[in-house]
């Protein structure tokens, strides 16, 4: 690079970061300087002569403010630094200077941090203790070192300690021990995820630190150091796997199409014979999907948390691909105990207490709402989600083929017979088009596709949260309580082995279900080979009504479709401004943050029975 194509190139830089523009620029010597936004911090990483170490190259792009440089400090990466340094301290009165590299395998900790001076410490400290966790069984140690050479030992330090101080810049190194190799020089992967892990948050804690102690740079949480601008890579795999989702309907591929007569035929049977399903046919083959699906490459992903979320849907797309391969066979169920998860002996003893304390509920004379005004009433309430968010332009599809009522990717589809409880009517416009359909377009909203296919095991949550919105509509009476209780234990019947011919006259006869009744709970529980989702309605509803005892906002559940154990991680991307606010907000939140905030620490799945009687 020419004197006076280094001198615009650096006037360039100094100028995008006057105006808090990102930076993204190829550096002559195969360097890359990547500043998200202008922070006062910045991690560098220097190939070795050798030849580079690809978790320690990988490492920076991690951050939001990182530089990768191939050759020894030349001028120009030292007229490069100062610029930054120089522009940045400026903004908010100090600097830091992070270089990472590889230890030579003698060091007798994981890490070392190398500081040159007292003001240090604290950042030291801090990263010491961030770094000193466990992968496994494994327990991770990192100590500090004061030296005045802050360099690793084949290269002379990117800028002095005398010149740093003149401008409030703090030098500190990263030494890692390569523990993450095996003997042949190559990185064990699982471990070296976990760690890459570990030191994402250590050194986002680390800068966090700095910048509260010595800075004028304003941030409420370590995450908001987080990078904010992701990867092409990022938004091509997001598109690949809602792609690859988007190619079957699960819950439409392992639902009988002949409910109605397969009903008939057991009745007429004297419920003596076992029904027969009949299915859809399979609209593609799952092996050639999970072929594409563990194409992706994923593990070139920089960033962990993004990476994590991937995977963590990759293997959810390929157990339900593994369910359809296994559809009626003995395996079914197996795929989908790992899907949905294992029924705990709580859950069935609250579900019998339920069934138990709804008993006398019966009697009740029932006015039903017909098919077309319950149609009216719904498209009334995706009028008022439309009103909030023009791009909800879904509608209602009528079908012969489907039991009941359901949601499928934003689409109300509804039996060609139905009809609902009148009273019971809100309540179900709410739990499909209040949160299923709202949340789904809530996700649409979401620069990631993965947020309106839905994370994995999103169903629990999506489901409590219906089920609440029925209890806030004042339409959860008891039958539809017993219901969920009945779908707890038909679950049960099915893994534990039990007959379909044992478990409709467990329903029918001990807990004094109609016989249709009973026989849909069964149907719903022995479809496909044996389907456990349904457990997760109660399961969902109480784990939710924990966390509103507990005093937490319904409101960042509806971020899309999410599971309540993804909130960190939600609040993480919503600290980086990788994620929007909801545009959508159903017409029973205001009922919440009016009146079950108030009654909160009293909610329990059997007082709310006693609410709707």
């Known amino acids: 690079m020419t004197q006076s194509s280094e001198k615009k190139f650096l006037h360039r830089i100094t100028s995008q970061l006057k105006a808090r523009q990102p930076i993204r620029e190829n550096l002559p010597f195969d360097g890359m300087l990547n500043i998200d936004q202008p922070v006062p911090f910045l991690i560098a990483y220097r190939i070795p002569p050798h030849g580079k170490d690809d978790f320690t190259y990988q490492l920076g792009k991690t951050e939001s403010s990182y530089l990768t440089i191939n050759k020894d400090s030349t001028d120009f990466v030292q007229s490069l630094l100062r610029a930054i340094i120089h522009q940045v301290s400026d903004m908010f009165g100090a600097f830091l200077l992070l270089e990472v590299w590889i230890g030579q395998g003698k060091e007798s900790d994981d890490f070392t941090v190398h500081i040159n001076h007292k003001s240090a410490e604290p950042i030291a400290a801090t990263l010491q203790k961030e770094l000193s966790k466990s992968i496994g069984v494994r327990r991770l140690t990192a100590n500090i070192n004061t030296s005045d050479r802050i360099a690793p030992p084949y290269y002379t330090p990117f800028i002095e300690y005398a010149e740093a101080k003149k401008s409030g810049t703090l030098l ?40 509260r102690l010595h800075t004028s740079f304003i941030a409420s949480h370590f995450q908001m150091l987080g990078t904010t601008v992701l990867e092409d890579l990022v938004w091509k795999i997001d598109q690949e796997l809602a792609l ?122 029932k006015e039903y709402m017909q098919l077309d005004e319950f149609i009216s009433v719904a498209r009334e309430e995706l009028q008022y989600l439309k009103d909030q968010y023009g791009e909800v332009k879904t509608d209602i599809m009528v079908r012969d083929d489907i039991e009941g009522i359901m949601v499928s990717r934003g689409v109300l589809c ?136 507990a005093g937490h906002d319904i409101t960042p559940l509806l971020m899309g479709k999410i599971r309540q154990d993804y909130l960190p991680i939600i609040d993480e991307l919503i600290y980086r401004k990788l994620l929007k606010p909801i545009p959508i907000k159903p017409r029973y939140l205001h009922k919440y943050l009016e009146s079950v905030k108030k009654m909160e620490s009293k909610l329990t799945v059997f007082n709310l029975t006693q609410a709707c009687e």
């Open 172 to 211: 500190m190194g990263l030494e890692i021990r390569p523990g993450y190799l095996n003997a042949s020089g190559e990185p064990y992967p699982l471990y070296t995820r976990e760690l890459r892990n570990v030191l994402g948050k250590a050194l986002k804690k680390s800068f966090y630190e700095f910048v």
């Open 244 to 365: 690859c989702s988007s190619k079957f309907d699960f819950l439409f591929l392992i639902t009988p199409v002949n409910t109605d007569e397969a009903w008939k035929d057991f009745e007429k049977s004297g419920f003596q014979k076992p029904p027969v399903f009949h299915y859809r046919h399979m609209p593609i083959d799952p092996e050639l999907v999970k072929r594409k699906l563990y194409d992706l490459p994923i593990e070139e992903i920089a960033d962990p948390t993004i990476a994590f979320l991937f995977r963590d849907k990759r293997k959810e797309i390929d157990r339900m691909l593994t369910m359809l391969i296994d559809r009626e066979k003995p395996d079914f169920i197996q795929s989908s105990i790992q899907l949905f998860g294992k029924i705990d002996e709580n859950l069935i003893e609250i579900a019998k207490a339920l069934l138990v304390a709804t008993a006398g509920s019966k009697g009740r004379t």
């Open 414 to 549: 509804i039996n060609n017979k139905f009809r609902v409880e009148r009273s019971r009517a809100e309540a179900l416009v709410q739990h499909e088009v209040g949160t299923h359909i709202a949340t789904y377009f809530n996700g649409f909203a979401q620069p990631f596709k993965l947020f309106y296919i839905g994370v994995p095991g999103y169903e629990q949550l999506q489901e409590g949260l219906a089920v609440f919105a029925e209890f806030l509509c004042g339409g959860l009476n008891s039958s539809r309580l017993r219901t969920l209780a009945a779908r707890v234990i038909a679950v049960q019947q099915m893994v534990t082995g039990h007959t379909f011919i044992d478990t409709f006259f467990l329903l029918s006869e001990k807990y004094q279900f109609s016989k249709e009744h009973a026989f849909s709970i069964t149907m719903r529980a022995y479809r496909g080979g044996g389907l456990t989702k349904d457990a997760i309605y109660l399961k969902g509803l109480i784990s939710l009504l924990e966390y509103v005892k």
